[in-house]
T-cell receptor, first 110, second 111 residues
């Protein structure tokens, strides 16, 4: 039982490049989330998906798109990366009040 | 979603009991209170959840007064390994999908 798995763990992008962060959960949870965490700061919600086929904006959605591919997978896409998007990205799935997090993707945009 | 307010940081010494209080003045009837712990370079980890009065597990206790406008996470006899950021969240577990974290409390345990 792997829980929430994120790929890749580390990534360096040049400004303007695009990439997709992958997230998969094996706990059969309906809701999934993407957060970003800047150094020394709290988590900020980017997008979430209450169930397969639905996605909604969180606190900081600009510059990102998401896809809820199926119940297991929820991907985050940066279409044109900017240095301000340098951060650690966490994916999570939730059941009831308990959320389960992946190990994070450390993204640097130069 | 109810907004929460916590102290930014706290220091404690090993072996002491630590109490972190969270204010949530506009908590709704169906809302539960949930606490998470986050170590550096890791995602947050669920610690404890409660609705009212007191909840205790192997890690912590959660005290919730009758008006539910605040809650206190109690960590008994902390060790250096309890140094982390602690987040309080409030929401309806059956209907609150916009799961937003506050700023958290940075706890530093000193030897």
């Amino acid at each position: 039982n792997a829980g929430v798995t994120q790929t890749p763990k580390f990534q360096v992008l040049k400004t303007g490049q695009s990439m997709t962060l992958q997230c998969a959960q094996d706990m059969n949870h309906n809701s999934m989330y993407w957060y970003r965490q800047d150094p020394g700061m709290g988590l900020r919600l980017i997008y979430y998906s209450a169930s397969e086929g639905t996605t909604d904006k969180g606190e900081v959605p600009n510059g990102y798109n998401v896809s809820r591919l199926n119940k297991r997978e929820f991907s985050l896409r940066l279409e044109s990366a900017a240095p301000s998007q340098t951060s650690v990205y966490f994916c999570a799935s939730r059941k009831g009040s308990e959320a389960f997090f992946g190990q994070g993707t450390r993204l640097t945009v130069v | 979603l109810a907004k929460t307010t916590q102290p930014i940081s706290m220091d404690s010494y090993e072996g002491q009991e630590v109490n972190i209080t969270c204010s949530h003045n506009n908590i709704a009837t169906n809302d539960y209170i949930t606490w998470y712990q986050q170590f550096p370079s890791q995602g947050p980890r669920f610690i404890i959840q409660g609705y009212k009065t007191k909840v205790t597990n192997e890690v912590a206790s959660l005290f919730i007064p009758a008006d539910r406008k605040s809650s206190t996470l109690s960590l008994p006899r902390v060790s250096l390994s309890d140094t982390a950021v602690y987040y309080c969240l409030v929401g309806d577990p059956s209907g609150t999908y916009k799961y937003i974290f506050g700023t958290g409390t940075r706890l530093k345990v000193l030897a």
